[in-house]
C-alpha cells in the first residue's frame, strides 16, 4: 500500500508491508536490486537488507537507486497492513495494480502522525477532499 | 478545525486541484513523475554550478 509525497516533490515513496513471512520474504527480493540502506546513516554501517533485518524491525526510512522509500509495518493513527486494507483502493498505473490510502484515512493518519511538515500536506489533503465533494467524485 | 492548517489552505491554488483531479490516477502519477525528474535535473544543475560556476 503506497502514499506517493507530492506536496514538496520530494520524490519519497511510502508503503506499507504485510509483516508475514512469505510477504517480507518477496519485498526483500524485490528490493535486493536497489541497495536499500537506512537513509540519513552514515556510510558503512553493518546494515544489512535481509530477511532477518526486516523481520527484527518495523519501521525502515531507506534511501534506494530508485529514490527515498518509508517501508512502514505500521503506521501512527492507522495501524498495520491489514486494518488500513477497509480503506484502500486500488489504482493501475504503468499497467501495474497499486493500492494507495484513501484520503479521508490518509488525512487521519498524518494529523494522528502530528509532524510539522504534514500540516501543509493536511491542508492540501482537505481542499481536495472539498473540491471532489463539489465536482461530485 | 486547525488555525495553522486553515492558514495553509489560503495560498493553495483551487484551480490546479481541480484541474488534476479531472485526470485519471494514471495521468496524475505520471505528472507527478515528471515533475520529479525535473526537479531531480534542476538540483543536478544546481550542484554543478555549485562546484564548477564558471
Same mark, same amino acid.
Given at each position: 500500500m503506497i502514499d506517493i509525497e507530492q506536496a514538496h516533490a520530494r520524490g519519497r515513496t511510502r508503503g506499507v508491508h504485510r509483516r508475514t513471512g512469505d510477504n517480507i520474504e518477496r519485498l526483500v527480493a524485490a528490493l535486493s536490486p536497489l541497495h536499500p540502506y537506512l537513509r540519513g546513516a552514515p556510510l558503512g554501517l553493518p546494515f544489512r537488507w535481509d530477511t532477518e533485518t526486516v523481520h527484527r524491525g518495523l519501521n525502515f526510512t531507506l534511501v534506494t537507486a530508485l529514490g527515498d522509500l518509508d517501508l512502514l509495518g505500521e503506521v501512527t493513527g492507522g495501524g498495520d497492513y491489514d486494518r488500513l486494507l477497509p480503506h484502500s483502493m486500488v489504482i493501475v498505473a504503468h499497467g501495474i495494480e497499486m493500492r494507495i490510502l484513501g484520503i479521508e484515512k490518509l488525512i487521519d493518519v498524518k494529523r494522528a502522525a502530528? +509532524?510539522? +511538515?504534514?500540516l501543509e500536506a493536511i491542508a492540501e489533503l482537505e481542499v481536495i477532499r472539498e473540491q471532489r465533494r463539489k465536482l461530485g467524485l | 478545525m486547525d488555525p495553522v492548517i486553515d492558514a495553509y489552505k489560503s495560498g493553495i491554488d483551487v484551480t490546479l486541484i481541480v484541474e488534476n483531479l479531472r485526470r485519471t490516477p494514471e495521468e496524475r502519477l505520471r505528472n507527478l513523475e515528471a515533475l520529479q525528474r525535473f526537479v531531480l535535473r534542476f538540483r543536478g544543475a544546481a550542484f554543478r554550478e555549485r562546484i564548477d560556476p564558471s
Open positions: 502530528g +509532524r510539522p +511538515r504534514d | -
